[in-house]
């Protein structure tokens, strides 16, 4: 179980994240949603440890590091692969980094998404880019795969697409963190939603709940985020001086 | 087919960055300092033949004539070194700055279970180039100093010229 407990971070005096408290049990696949600059990718990169922080953030009780990294995965949607190297090229390389790498999974899913295994990667399209991103995060054999807008720039069969083969993939002890903006596409895919806003936890619920509840995700979102239905038409009488 | 060489070059880049070119770069420069460094000979040459006067026909040694100090004939024949040395930082540099041109693979090599890695693949190869610099520097000066003290008959050597190389470069002015 990944324990985020109060970690705050600033960047230049402006608080990105502020006393985050959250947990990550295995075996989920959760949504984490929020506007442009609400703390998604922050929070991702403390979890990594890419940023320092305040507060504490563990893996089964252990701090995160060189020892237990490997247990993390990531998938961004600014790519963390190398664009010079062909995917034949990168699988060796996380082989060699990573024990657990699963290679049956990787074929099958470069077969599936039909991604040439010997062509640099600064040659494919960025609807492939993406896919090679996330398909190297599902394969690295991690127990956590954490996924910050991985789809941005892929068109919406693409992504359909990838959810499908997810939930299909999945093992019931991975644990899938996506960062998205498309919520209606993934509601029926994901198992929690946590909403982030201005750098705070600001709803944390599962979908179960939700149904429960005869709601749907967008509703949640709109509720916690005091969303005023109304604000388009009273901006565009302002606009036009009409009533 | 790779050989075990490349590989092993290829492991101490980073990945993508084509380590044979970079070493065939670096070897151009060794030889352009190499090539540089023998203007040593054309100096010590210079004053060699300055040692001699003509009697007649017969080329005779002048005994009252002191060849230069070694250092002082050395000169700058083995700065080229020094550059190629002090350039090779700003290979270091350009191998971080890899991982952020195009994509941000430093996330992959940060999130390593083998935390060395990336200052391995970024360090390696141009700190393996300085102290070839400095070998290469230091093994030219040993054979020029051996060519100068056998081929300067001894009866115009200036004495010392071992302490006056070192006092050279420890910078202690007599």
């Known amino acids: ?243 | 087919m790779k050989t075990s060489f490349e590989d092993t070059l290829a492991r101490h880049v980073p990945p993508g960055v084509d380590g044979k070119r970079e070493l065939i770069w670096l070897a151009v420069g060794g030889a352009l300092c190499l090539l540089y460094s023998l203007s040593f000979f054309i100096v010590y040459l210079n004053h060699y033949q300055a040692l001699f006067v003509w009697d007649g026909t017969a080329r005779v040694l002048n005994t009252e004539a002191v060849m230069p100090d070694f250092i002082a004939l050395l000169g700058n024949s083995l700065t080229g070194f020094l550059i190629l040395a002090l350039c090779l930082p700003a290979l270091i540099f350009y191998h971080y700055a890899y991982h952020y041109r195009d994509s941000m693979s430093i996330y992959l090599m940060k999130r390593l279970p083998d935390r060395w890695e990336l200052h391995r693949r970024c360090i390696s190869l141009p700190f393996c180039g300085i102290l070839a610099c400095c070998g290469a520097a230091f093994i030219l000066l040993l054979v020029y100093f051996g060519v100068y003290m056998l081929l300067t008959p001894s009866a115009c050597l200036a004495p010392d010229q071992w302490q006056k190389i070192w006092i050279a470069f420890l910078g202690v002015v007599k």
């Open chain 1, 1 to 243: 179980m990944i324990e985020v407990r109060n970690v705050s971070k600033s960047f230049g005096g402006k608080k990105a994240l502020d006393s985050i408290n959250l947990t990550l049990p295995q075996g989920q696949i959760v949504g984490l949603f929020g506007e442009n600059g609400a703390g998604k990718s922050t929070l991702m990169k403390c979890i990594l440890g890419f940023l320092r922080f305040s507060g504490e953030i563990t893996l089964d009780g252990e701090p995160i590091s060189s020892r237990n990294i490997a247990r993390l995965s990531f998938a961004t949607n600014e790519h963390s692969f190398f664009p010079n190297l062909t995917a034949q090229a990168h699988m060796e390389f996380y082989q060699l980094h990573f024990p657990k790498f699963n290679e049956k999974r990787f074929r099958g899913l470069m077969e599936f998404f039909e991604l040439p295994a010997n062509k640099a990667l600064r040659h494919f399209s960025t609807g492939q880019k993406n896919q090679f991103e996330v398909i190297l995060s599902l394969c690295q054999g991690a127990d956590y795969i954490l996924m910050d807008e991985p789809f941005a720039g892929s068109d919406v069969f693409n992504r359909e697409d990838f959810y499908k083969v997810l939930l299909g993939i999945l093992e019931p002890t991975e644990t899938v963190l996506l960062a998205t903006h498309l919520l209606e596409e993934v509601e029926h895919f994901i198992g929690r939603a946590i909403l982030i806003r201005r750098g705070r936890i600001v709803g944390d619920i599962s979908m179960l709940e939700l149904e429960e509840s005869g709601r749907k995700l967008i509703d949640y979102v709109k509720e916690t985020y005091h969303y005023q239905a109304d604000r388009v038409s009273k901006a565009l009488n302002e606009l036009t001086g009409e009533q």
